[in-house]
């Protein structure tokens, strides 16, 4: 008799795991219960509808560093399964990829169909029976097995993925199950801030920022973009993953400090003076001494330093200049909430990491109950590394779950 699996989540970390699972046992009966009407959601719109795949690093204890939530957990796992075996599982099936500078890698296509497609005839390839329109409702084990009721029918499982990310309702069907669930706050989000010197010029970026909470050892530096709302990019959204709880407990009101240059008050000190001493008849705000501050940026800093807009260098004093430097490498802003990626929304919570075997992904309180993805208590600083837990923690799953 065949044995029976069922997967409660249509999204990246389910199919893999239904596909690995039928690959090593091609005998296994496998359902995958998706409560919407369509799969795979998170994939369609990651990296701006590119599907950012995974990203290049290829030493497991490096990687780890980019997880808030599983650094350590994941170092076992990432030695089995590891970004390059990603790419080559997609390479292999059809989907060439491509890796750009900032080491993100994407479908050649640019499109995060091509992933799509590929998992889906991956899966119709295996057999994988596909459900949608299925919410799940209760969750019980009886007699070895799991016994599954949604809106419209009742499933008898063997083995039991959950892999339905990040999802209240599913959380407390788990916590019925005796697991541990760690309140889910979000993750992955732009500071919300409204302040003159930023105000009326959204679009603006600078290459390599520095930011700090303040009242914190939470620090992170990289890109940073200006917007409409605040301040955003890879320096806030890693920043955003790793202060989360402390963000949430100040109810996302707190301060941040910008260090536009991420130098030293006394080196920019010092290199603002040499320029006055170089250039007494030029007007300030006309350039930027700094080539990585973009001039409608250095403008608002150098009003923001009680310096006038006709002013020359030989007429500021040294308390003006220091000002200057101040506003360059300690700019403090005053946040007042979060703006979150709508459809690629993460959040950091879910099932306590104590409570599974990560050789397995399976719980260490019911046998043959396994968990992937975002259920877990395990998220990272942008969505390639989310993904590649994903399909770390499918193909372990569904390896294990063959046998």
């Known amino acids: 008799m065949k044995q029976k699996v069922i997967i409660i989540g249509g999204g990246a970390a389910g199919f893999f795991a239904a596909i690995t699972c039928a690959e090593y046992n091609p005998d296994t009966k496998i359902i995958i219960l998706e409560k919407g009407n369509q799969v795979l959601q998170k994939v369609k719109v990651s990296g701006g509808g590119r599907c950012n795949v995974t990203y290049a690093c290829f030493d497991p204890k490096e990687l780890c560093e980019f997880y808030p939530r599983g ?110 669930i760690i309140p889910p706050v979000p993750s992955l989000f732009t500071f919300k801030i409204n302040d003159t010197r930023i105000a009326t010029i959204p679009g603006i970026s600078v290459s390599n920022a ?91 800093l150098i009003l923001a330093s009680a310096i006038k807009q006709d002013e020359r260098w030989a007429e500021i004093s040294n308390k003006q200049l220091e000002n200057l430097a101040n506003q360059l490498t300690n700019t403090t802003f005053n946040a007042n909430g979060k703006t979150t990626f709508k459809e690629e929304f993460v959040t950091a919570g879910g099932v306590d990491l104590k409570e599974i075997n990560f050789k397995r992904f399976e719980s260490k309180i019911n046998e043959n109950l396994f968990f992937a993805g975002e259920v877990l208590n395990i998220d990272a600083v942008t969505g390639g590394f989310n993904f590649q837990n994903a399909w770390t923690g499918g193909y372990i799953v569904g390896k294990a779950m063959s046998s």
């Open 210 to 300: 520095t930011v700090k909470l303040i009242g914190s050892n939470f620090e992170s530096s990289g890109p940073l973009l200006i917007t409409h709302w605040g301040i955003s990019g890879p320096a806030i959204l890693k920043l955003s993953a790793f202060g989360v709880r402390f963000l949430a407990e100040k109810n996302y009101q707190y301060n941040v400090q910008v260090n536009w240059l991420s130098q030293k008050l006394s080196i920019v000190l010092n290199e603002l003076k040499i320029f006055k001493k170089e250039n007494p008849k030029k007007q300030i705000i006309l350039k930027s001494v700094f080539k990585d501050i973009p001039k409608r940026l250095w403008e608002k």
């Open 71 to 180: 650094k350590k957990e994941l170092l076992g796992p990432f030695h089995q399964f590891m970004t390059g075996d990603t790419m080559e599982w997609f390479e292999e099936r059809g989907v060439p990829l491509k890796t750009e500078d900032d080491n993100r890698v994407f479908p050649q296509s640019n499109s995060s169909q091509s992933i799509i497609n590929c998992l889906m005839n991956a899966v119709e390839k295996a057999g994988v029976i596909l459900k949608l329109g299925q919410n799940v409702e209760s969750i019980s084990k009886e007699n070895n097995q799991y016994k599954l009721k949604t809106s419209s029918d009742q499933f008898i499982a063997d083995k039991l993925l959950i892999a339905s990310g990040s999802n209240t309702k599913i959380w407390g069907l788990i916590a019925n199950l005796g697991h541990k």
